[in-house]
């Protein structure tokens, strides 16, 4: 115990002990004191680090991992929708309208109804429809966006108090989805989810304050103890951003998680926002908190035809149309923001689903190591939906890491009616690649991009291994059938990128990721020893115990 025989200040015994450290090694035993790893080994070997006050924990043969890690997730507009109209464990339309009639009866003096996480896969080609929205609420706008925040339902009084009409044009980086006469519908893509948006009240102080707090409970209750958070916005006079929020929380002690803030690039303006980058940069870096990257938004999503790709999307009779989808940043424009971000040493965190904006991002990071070098800055590129087998060996060669969200990697709605028949052949075979990302030796971090899908990495973790949906999952389909089974990795590999790659990917893995002597004890019980299960069964494991530097922020009640 640090060479003075000091008493522990907690033990774990009787346990499996997963260090997930270089070697894989497993332990019975772990004493941890001030916060940080002070001994691994068997029970023998802590016994004579218990003392009077040190807490033990008998493991009866439970697992003891590192803390998950997160790499991209929006826990505080999650934590919000929580707290506002939210659909995200519902599925059915009927479902969703009993719930915003509910909502908006409950308090007639909300000018608004606002909340969201309805599921494409409920509606005929993923977009519902004003006409059902107005049925229940008439007098108040509605907004309500997706799960995966691409597209948002919207009732007709909020149309009209925007002015979105039949001669409203689309936005150059979004759709008006329209009925057969050109009158808006009721669901909006992308960049026109700004028409209503940008009218949006913005939320109270105090709800985005109970949001950082009501997202780090639910996610540490999962066994995360780290994060980094995919979009964190600086607000104004007027209202509180999820920058101030965090901020706030680490100041106060509340944010007991460790957060990474990636800072949102606005694609509407250029290079001259990098400085308010630097000032933030500056003011966010306080206890567990550091906003430390920029989240660049190159495309949007296959479902709805924005995910930016090579060759053009088909139609439903499996003809070529002249859609690419929409790449965000000019791709000239985002080579030169990503080698000024990366020379201030800053990381670019991206969100890059087709194949064509994939290319574009490793474009940009290529661009930047040419002009700045090889760095330590950890770029790393999200969702990776369809990367072109070309690509597949750059993420190497440019020290791009690759965060996937395995979640999506499996047969359901919107995969085998709302992607696959418009993708075609072979294209929708090179979905989710992360069997091949990890023979071309890319680095894999894992993320649940939650609220977008479940937040559960056991969840996460279960499709990653099987490639189908958890069991019980509410929007799985086509259950028994493994999607591109020759894309699966096993589960040592899995719990890797879900502890020290994400933890690689937050600057966080000299002091996090791994049981190692030294290390901050951030530390995860699970119930049951993963590796004596049957994969099929990944999914049914619960986390019991979370610990930040050995303090317990979770405990379910059969802990």
Not at 4 to 16: E, R, T, Y
Not at 162 to 183: F, H, K, M, N, W
Not at 328 to 350: G, I, Y
Not at 410 to 417: I, L, N, S, V
Request: with cysteine; aromatic share 8%; proline share 5%.
């Amino acid at each position: 115990m640090g060479g003075n025989g000091s008493a522990a200040d907690l033990v774990f015994v009787n346990g499996a002990v997963y260090t997930v450290d270089a070697m894989r090694s497993w332990a019975q035993a772990v004493a941890v004191r001030d916060g940080r790893v002070a001994l691994v080994g068997t029970d023998e070997d802590v016994r004579a680090a218990i003392g009077q006050g040190t807490e033990v924990i008998d493991l009866a043969g439970r697992m003891l991992i590192p803390g998950f890690q997160d790499a991209h997730v929006h826990p505080v507009s999650a934590g919000i929708d929580m707290l506002q109209c939210d659909l995200h464990e519902l599925d059915s339309k009927d479902a969703y309208l009993a719930a915003i009639a509910a909502y908006a009866d409950a308090d007639p003096n909300e000018p608004w109804i606002l909340g969201g996480g309805w599921s494409m896969d409920v509606f005929p080609r993923g977009c519902p429809s004003k006409t059902d929205l107005d049925r229940v609420v008439r007098d108040r706008p509605v907004f309500l966006p997706n799960r995966d925040g691409h597209s948002a339902w919207v009732n007709s009084a909020a149309l009209e108090r925007a002015g979105v009409s039949s001669v409203t044009l689309d936005p150059a980086d979004g759709r008006i989805e329209r009925d057969a006469d050109g009158a808006p519908s009721g669901t909006l893509h992308e960049g026109a989810m700004d028409f209503v948006g940008h009218l949006v009240p913005p939320p109270r102080p105090d709800l985005v304050s109970r949001g950082v707090l009501k997202g780090q409970a639910h996610l540490q209750a999962l066994g995360i103890t780290a994060w980094q958070d995919a979009i964190v916005q600086s607000g104004s006079a007027d209202w509180t951003g999820s920058f101030e929020a965090y901020v706030e929380a680490a100041e106060e002690g509340a944010l007991t998680a460790r957060v990474i803030g990636a800072l949102w690039w606005d694609r509407n303006a250029g290079l001259e926002q990098i400085d308010g980058f630097i000032a933030m940069r500056e003011r966010g870096a306080i206890g567990r908190f550091a906003a430390t990257s920029v989240k660049i938004m190159q495309d949007g999503v296959c479902e709805n035809f924005t995910a930016a790709v090579l060759d053009p999307y088909l139609d439903a009779d499996g003809r070529a149309t002249d859609n690419r989808g929409i790449s965000f940043v000019d791709p000239e424009l985002l080579k030169e923001a990503v080698t000024r971000l990366d020379a201030l040493e800053f990381q670019v965190h991206f969100h890059a689903l087709g194949d064509r904006a994939v290319r574009e991002s490793l474009d940009a990071v290529e661009a930047a190591r040419q002009a700045n070098g090889l760095s330590d800055t950890r770029p790393h590129l999200a969702h990776l939906q369809v990367i072109h087998p070309d690509d597949l060996s750059r993420f190497r060669s440019l020290g791009a890491i690759a965060n996937v969200q395995p979640l999506w990697a499996a047969h359901e709605t919107q995969m085998d009616e709302l992607t696959i028949p418009f993708l075609g052949e072979p294209r929708w075979m090179w979905q989710y690649p992360f069997a091949s990302l990890v023979r071309n030796g890319a680095t894999l971090a894992m993320g649940s991009d939650w609220p977008v899908s479940s937040s559960d990495p056991l969840e996460e973790i279960h499709v990653a291994v099987n490639r189908v949906m958890p069991p019980n999952y509410p929007y799985g389909a086509n259950r028994d059938e493994a999607f591109l089974p020759d894309e699966r990795l096993d589960l040592a590999t899995s719990i890797a990128a879900f502890t020290t790659g994400s933890a690689f990917a937050n600057h966080l893995d000299r002091e996090t990721g791994s049981i190692e002597v030294g290390k901050f004890a951030d530390l995860a019980v699970l119930d049951r020893n993963l590796f004596a299960h049957p994969s099929e069964e990944i999914a049914e494991a619960r986390c019991q115990m979370t610990f930040v530097e050995g303090k317990r922020v979770f405990a379910s009640a059969d802990a």
